[in-house]
Nanobody, 131 residues
Framework: VQLQAYGGGLVQAGGSLRLSCATS????????IGWFRQAPGKEREDISC????????AYRKSVKGRFTISTDNAKNTVFLQMNSLKPEDTAVYFC?????????????????????????WGQGTLVTVSS
């Protein structure tokens, strides 16, 4: 499984960006995929995830209502639409997938635990939000 994140850039506070994560090697619906971010000097944190099994989604509280995760029809690309961006959203954003499990009504903690244990990671893309 390979993932490639792109779409980062510089945006003013209040603006929007859409990140994309191109995937290859996901041969069934038994996967979950999502996004993490890491700001300078801080630990990596989970943001959002989506189930390949039933399409359910989950979000970190601080981004809920501003960010939306989705996939294209072929499920080859995962998107993170980010609206109302804030300077504290500045970070390197990573996409990650975990395969081999059926995910029903996905939750972020379970996805994060599984990804940290056996996930596939893409390289990050930098998002900078200016004030």
């Amino acid at each position: 499984v390979q993932l490639q994140a792109y779409g980062g850039g510089l945006v003013q506070a209040g603006g929007s960006l859409r990140l994309s994560c191109a995937t290859s090697g996901l041969t069934s619906d038994d996967y979950a995929i999502g996004w993490f971010r890491q700001a300078p000097g801080k630990e990596r944190e989970d943001i959002s995830c989506i189930s390949g099994s039933d399409g359910s989604t989950a979000y970190r509280k601080s981004v809920k209502g501003r960010f939306t995760i989705s996939t294209d029809n072929a499920k080859n690309t995962v998107f993170l639409q980010m609206n109302s961006l804030k300077p504290e959203d500045t970070a390197v954003y990573f996409c990650a997938a975990v395969v081999g499990d059926v995910w029903r009504m996905i939750d972020l903690p379970s996805y994060t635990i599984a990804t940290m244990r056996k996930g596939y990671w893409g390289q990050g893309t930098l998002v900078t939000v200016s004030s």
